[in-house]
Nanobody, 125 residues
Framework: QLQLVESGGDLVQPGGSLRLSCAAS????????VGWFRQAPGKEREGISC????????DYTDSVRGRFAISRDYAKNTVYLQMNNLKPEDTADYYC??????????????????WGQGTQVTVSS
């Protein structure tokens, strides 16, 4: 059974950087798609980036494109989200999610079958 654990959330100043990790156990992610989502207080959970592990194809929403970068490490069975030039509006709980699919990924919450527990990111001076 696949399990996902996020880590790396922290308090950071505007303009700073963080790298979030999504560590998978139980199943290799080789033929999975992984998405990163975030949920700010009082708002719905939104997809912001995703990647297909086998191809490395990735996608981003406009709100993070050019600032965030998703990547995968086969050996560590881990997906990362590098976040640069963070803004106060990036403050949220960040979640990773996965679904078996070798070719596509999605920003839809309903599309994913396994979720992590989340990690908190606060951007504030």
């Amino acid at each position: 059974q696949l399990q996902l654990v996020e880590s790396g959330g922290d308090l950071v100043q505007p303009g700073g950087s963080l790298r979030l990790s999504c560590a998978a156990s139980g199943i290799a992610l080789d033929r999975y798609a992984v998405g990163w989502f975030r949920q700010a207080p009082g708002k719905e959970r939104e997809g912001i980036s995703c990647i297909t592990i086998s191809t490395g194809r990735s996608d981003y929403t406009d709100s993070v494109r050019g600032r965030f970068a998703i990547s995968r490490d086969y050996a560590k069975n881990t997906v990362y989200l590098q976040m640069n030039n963070l803004k106060p509006e990036d403050t949220a709980d960040y979640y990773c999610a996965a679904r078996p699919h070798p070719l596509i990924c999605s920003f839809s919450r309903a599309w994913y079958t396994t979720w992590g527990q989340g990690t908190q990111v606060t951007v504030s001076s």
